[in-house]
């Protein structure tokens, strides 16, 4: 019998500090969001292959070494330390953000 439960986002996390990424990875939770995590550009490249995702959220750094592995469909959330800038036209949170910029970064 097929499932009636509402799709839920999947996201991954992409941060290299432990406590941010589960920080981070603890908020989308308890907002409704699927999460897996990476702590390097090469685990998440592993992650990318193996599983679509609706939103990647990863510091500057890291998304533009992926550059070639994302799924258009995927929604980039950006995290940076600097001023807000064009990242090709993918959604930019700056460092430090609460959890209510990061939530509505996501819908």
């Known amino acids: 019998m097929p499932s009636h439960r509402p799709m839920v986002p999947k996201v991954l996390v992409i941060e290299p500090?432990?406590?941010?990424?589960?920080?981070?990875?603890?908020?989308?939770?308890?907002?409704?969001?699927?999460?897996?995590?990476?702590?390097?550009?090469?685990?998440?490249?592993?992650?990318?292959?193996?599983?679509?995702y609706a939103f990647v959220v990863g510091d500057v750094d890291t998304m533009a070494s992926l550059a070639s592995t994302f799924d258009p469909s995927s929604r980039l959330i950006v995290m940076t330390d600097s001023e807000a800038r064009d990242?090709?036209?993918?959604?930019?949170?700056?460092?430090?953000?609460?959890?209510?910029?990061?939530?509505?970064?996501?819908?």
Do not use: W
């Open 17 to 52: 500090y432990a406590d941010l990424r589960m920080e981070i990875a603890a908020i989308l939770r308890r907002a409704h969001f699927v999460c897996d995590t990476a702590a390097t550009a090469e685990a998440a490249a592993v992650e990318l292959y193996q599983r679509a």
């Open 87 to 107: 990242f090709g036209g993918h959604t930019t949170l700056r460092k430090p953000f609460g959890r209510d910029e990061l939530i509505s970064r996501m819908n």
